[in-house]
């Protein structure tokens, strides 16, 4: 098979027969950035995972003993975010702590000594992170909002309405995720930006969502090597693909076009919710066709090899789109790290059914934070940007599950994050956003009091990316990015069972400050 | 759905000072209440669905209306049919629909079929589009994948990437290209060619004639580059709006209805025959003429059992065997007939298939009849050993029946009762029954946790260690499990992991035991249990005794929510859209409800010939 190869630069072998560029072009970096000094760019990368219900045991930091203990608390600082115990609930006082302080090396866990007796922040977070640590954050007290939500994968990227088990949450308004959002921003890009392809994704689920909040497939190695560098590709064959392609395309959408201009004949007037079908489908193919535009770019030497399939190739193919400027975002589904032919039933839903299952579930966490989350930081870091600066300097990295620690709860749903990205976040903490005082929340659980909303989130990722409040304050109803469920009645028909204390868990004040970026990451 | 007490006591019950009490103390005080026991029994009813399982409920359970044939007076919840709604609930949403993957392949396959009557070459064809067919997502969450309409970046590629594999196909080979366009497709200056090359093939992929404007576009097309007109023209027809989509003009016309139709019985584009029928308009009377016709077609019977099958028992979802399990592995070793746990697996889902196919269609069965007959229909060795029985030949007339006593129809298939694993999992054969065949939904559990306190023994049945974790006071378990879940799975415990009939379980060593894979005990098994049923010819709800799963069977053939689930589930496969909450009433119970003994095909058959089915919504939601 014939490689497409664009030569030039140097390379880094891959793996699985994908060999992959990765200096960064200075060439780039006048158009990313107008002002007298340069301002590096940012990048951002959104790695979801399914389930989460990882236990606290193995998710929490180890030095805190998988749950909270008054001790551990004392030792942490203390916030007061909001005071008063009128009918908008009591104080909410948050905790923080640096990361580094966790770090233990506990022995006798049931996975067995994986670390080899190395501190660690906990077993799934293993040693191997241990180089992230000042650069990392790891968050409680991020919650998907007042109700059950359950597999929320949509939340995991920004768009609160994509969630396939509730249809409360389901029925509210759609947005973009945090990656299309941002791609099609021009405080990110540039107003006049050529990139092609402004954000890539990959892995099994879609955590892209378009402007109207409609999934965004993922794609194969193959399919995201074309994506991004074809426009840099200057084989002739290839042109000519591209060019008979682009042709079709340009043939299919006034197909599609004149379907409403009403070439389809008299009596045939569709119906305006169709005409706004067409449009979004005239959309997606404008989306296509940017696949097959060749320019005369080029982005340094990316070769393509026959069998570019595994994730090692396409975490490759992200740092080095990253690296040429491609594209400087990305979403990845992280593929589930087991091979159990009924993972969702037998495993991740049955984790209480036995320690041996617990663990091929918390084993699977692992393996996606060694082979999804080290590889990606690692090929980031390694990555020269300019000024002696590294990709990993100017990104940042969360990786969100679909549950807290308990599946199908999204109560504290597990979020860490990575890199400062370029400064604008504080990082190496530990920070509890919980209000313990408060005990309106999900069952009687240990730890289970209600933080703040993620919408705090989506706004720090925002902020970590050059944004303010003004800028995705249009997206939804309300300020805050993504919508909200805003309903501070609590309990539920049967959280009698939970323990409650007719607290209201989400009372106003949480609502308002749904825009904010989270204190503490952000600010100071 | 919750009920709230203000629509209850709309009604005339009077009930709204009991809203928020617990199912016992709703019942008590409504025991109070002798003279409206009837109503008091109904809210029990809702009380337990609509309370105690908070989120949960029969969807069908909607409203309160009178159902014809039952005993003066007696009211049961059921689906909203106000005369007023009748129009805007029923009828087609204003949004086309897209093609479904299998559909998209189906009418891809039917299309060149139709032109070059050439099976060689369609086969040939179809394998070039498969990689691109499979890509097409699907949407897997969803109860029908039709339900999906989304257009993603990803299928607008696929498809396109299909018809550009099509084209090529077609286009590379002369002899091929002479059984699609024709021999005058070497002269490239033939514009008659080109022209009624346009026309014909256009009409068929936009199952319609093209409009003028439509021919000029494209010709323009192919002049854009007439060297590979032809090809241009297939692939930008095969993506065009009137062949990914089912576009419906305001005004539904003939053709709209003929690819209802075809969408419905043959899953794809309309034949010859609903082309000659629209094209005169298609009056009610040919609807029925061509169903009539339709339902007599060998396609229609494969295609709509098959697709039928798929859309409301999700074969597509059938589990794979847990062979990570020790415990599995074991029990396959057990088996006497060796076959690959895939094969199986795939057999069962045949025998779905065949099972319909002969109880629709040979049988002409009712409803009901799908859960009371002992026959199975294993076509393989592997899947006999299960039931106990020969090998079924395929012949209809030399009919397998299971020993007596052992099998209850669809309920106790082996595709049915699998859930992959080593145990029999009464929590997913209880919501799969409840979901299925009862069109109960249930709130996605909070968590998973086990209750502190709670021991599990390793000799513990499944059913025990299911009521031990699910069953324990206090826990928001108890709400769904208890009432619902729990009882209908455990009735199905007469049968092992696999399906085969049991009298006693084999329970494992734990598979973290250094003995894992081997037996740790026998224990026998019981299938007695209770469940929760509206008995709607008294009016009443019932507490229905259960020892086995034909008396399950039974129990969800005398309810009629269970025979209304499955009109409803048929209609949403025939308009290939979802009700929402509260539409469909009125076509399900018309559709459902002319005679109680009405059969399946009868109901196939009325679905279309229903005035919601063939009409259309304008701007205002009015039926014209």
Known sequence: MKEDKLSRRHFLQGSSGLLVALPMLPSLLPRLARGQSVTLPKFMVIVGSEHGGTGARDWYPEGLGGVYSESILNQLSKRQLFSGTDAEGMNHEILHGRLRDFLSSQSGHPGGDVDSGQQRVSYILGAHLNPYIDSMNFYRGIDIGPEYAGHGVGVISGNMAAVANSATYRNLPKSPSLDYFLGQHEKFYGANSTHSVPRLFFGGRSLSYDLEGAPIGGLSANQMFTNLFSKYDKNPTKIALNNDRKLLVDHILQDYKNLTQGAYGLGRKISSEDKQKVENHVGLLADLQRKYVNTQSSCGDVVRQPAATTLEDQIQILVAAYTCGATRLGAIWAPIGSNHPNYHDSVAHSVNASEEIRMIHTNAFRWQSINVIQKLLDGLRNAPLAEGKSVFDQSLVYWMHESGVETHSGSSVNLVSFGNAGGALNTGYFVDYRNRSNRGHFKNQTGGHPGLLVNQWYATALHAMGLTKADYAHVSVGEQYGSVHHSNQWPRANAAYHGHMNHIPYPDRLYTAASNPLPIVVGE | ?624
């Open chain 2, 1 to 624: 759905m919750r009920r709230n007490c203000s629509s209850l006591k709309q009604r005339g019950f009077g009930l709204k000072k009991h809203c928020g009490l617990s199912y016992n103390k709703a019942m008590q005080a409504l025991a109070l209440r002798r003279r409206n026991m009837l109503k008091a029994s109904i809210f029990a009813w809702l009380t337990l669905f609509g309370f105690g399982c908070s989120e949960s409920n029969l969807n069908l359970l909607d409203d309160i209306v009178p159902v014809a044939g039952f005993s003066e007076g007696a009211e049961v919840k059921f689906l909203k049919c106000e005369p007023t709604e009748r129009v805007e609930r029923q009828a087609f949403k204003k949004q086309s629909l897209r093609l479904s993957r299998h559909q998209f392949e189906l009418t891809i396959e039917d299309l060149f079929m139709s032109v070059s009557k050439d099976r060689q070459l369609v086969d040939g064809l179809l394998t070039q589009i498969k990689p691109q067919v499979s890509a097409l997502p699907v949407e897997s969450h969803l109860k029908m994948d039709f339900f999906d309409s989304t257009m993603t970046v990803a299928h607008v590629e696929q498809i396109f990437l299909a018809a550009i594999a099509a084209a090529d196909f077609i286009s590379s080979d002369s002899s091929r290209m002479d059984k699609i366009v024709g021999a005058c497709h070497r002269n490239l200056t033939d514009l008659n060619c080109r022209d009624t090359f346009i026309q014909k093939f256009g009409r068929l992929v936009h199952r319609r004639p093209l409009s003028l404007d439509q021919l000029g576009y494209y010709q323009q097309v192919f002049q854009n580059d007439a060297n590979k007109g032809y090809r241009q023209l297939l692939v930008v027809m095969l993506s065009s709006p009137g062949f990914v989509y089912r576009v419906e003009g305001l005004e539904v016309d003939g053709y709209d209805i003929a690819s209802r139709l075809s969408y419905f019985y043959l899953q794809s584009m309309p034949d010859e025959e609903l082309f000659s029928a629209a094209e005169g308009g298609m009056t009610a009377a040919e609807v029925t003429a061509q169903v009539d016709r339709l339902m007599k077609l060998p396609v229609v019977r494969k295609r709509l059992t098959r697709a039928l099958a798929n859309q409301w028992l999700h074969l597509d979802k059938t589990h794979a065997f847990d062979t990570n399990s020790a415990a599995v592995q074991s029990m396959l070793s057990g088996l006497q007939v060796a076959a690959s746990p895939e094969q199986r697996r795939l057999n069962m889902i045949q025998e779905v298939y065949d099972f319909l196919d002969f109880m629709i269609w040979e049988k002409q069965a009712k409803f009901e009849d799908l859960f009371l007959v002992s026959w199975v229909f294993p076509r393989t060795p592997d899947l006999a050993e299960i039931y106990g029985t020969p090998v079924w030949s395929g012949d209809y007339n030399q009919l397998v029946a299971a020993p007596d006593g052992q099998r209850a129809g669809l309920l106790t298939l082996a595709h049915t009762l699998f859930m992959g694993g080593h145990s029999t999992r009464p929590i997913m054969r209880g919501v799969k029954v409840y979901e299925h065949f009862l069109c109960g939904e249930l709130p996605t559990p909070e968590d998973n946790s086990i209750p502190e306190g709670i021991v599990l023994r390793d000799d513990f049945t499944e059913r025990e260690k299911t009521a031990a974790i699910t069953q324990h006071p206090g826990t928001s378990c108890v709400s769904c499990h208890l009432s619902i879940i729990n009882p209908f799975g455990f009735s199905l415990e007469n049968y092992g992991p696999f399906g085969k009939f049991r009298q006693s379980e084999s329970i494992f060593h734990p598979e973290t035991h250094a003995l894992k894979g081997q037996i740790l005990t026998n224990r026998s098994v019981s299938a007695e249990t209770e469940i929760s049923m509206p008995n709607l010819k008294r009016g009443e709800v019932g507490r229905v005794k259960l020892s086995n799963a034909t008396d399950l069977a039974k129990a969800l053939v005398s309810n009629s929510s269970a025979r209304a689930c499955f009109a409803k589930n048929v209609y949403q496969f025939a308009r290939q859209q979802e009700f929402e909450k509260d539409e469909g009433g009125c076509a399900v119970r018309a559709v459902f409800q002319p005679s109680a003994n009405q059969t399946i095909i009868q109901m196939l058959s009325a679905i279309a010939q229903q005035p919601e089915f063939i009409k259309s919504q304008s701007h205002s939601g009015v039926l014209k």
